[in-house]
């Protein structure tokens, strides 16, 4: 967790100037929240990374 303290800051202060849609939250509390909600699918999750271009591996 605490390599996404920065990004975290980044987020939070987009989120903070950004006209429409003002949310307070952090990344890493909307992935958490995400994750534990039962319409995603933990083992589909890698795949879509992979699709959107975020990992490589």
Do not use: P, W
């Amino acid at each position: 967790m605490a390599d996404f303290a920065e990004y975290d800051k980044i987020v939070q202060t987009y989120y903070g100037v950004r006209d429409s849609n003002q949310r307070i939250d952090s990344f890493t509390t909307q992935i958490a929240s995400n994750l534990s909600n039962t319409r995603y699918k933990r083992g589909d999750i890698l795949d879509i990374i992979h699709k959107q271009g975020f990992c490589a591996l």
